[in-house]
């Protein structure tokens, strides 16, 4: 990815720690509603909004291991 454009990195990485700070966002959305009822139920039926949802866990995972890969290689 260093030899991308600017602008192409620029939006890679904005969408690849927006998608990580949602996910940390909606955890303690979901830990807060456990602590207070003691159970957490959600459903999704539109498969629209759950393929996106599902993409942009995927987007974040590899976000998350080339962010990590980048870290190791710095250390060495």
Known sequence: MSKAPLRLRFLFHSLGLGCISSAIFL??????????????KATEQ???????EVFLAFFALIYFVY??????RSIR
């Open 27 to 40: 955890q303690m959305l979901v830990f807060w509603e456990i602590s207070q009822t003691g159970i957490f």
């Open 67 to 72: 962010l990590y890969q980048k870290l190791v």
């Open 46 to 52: 539109n498969q629209t909004i759950l393929s996106f």
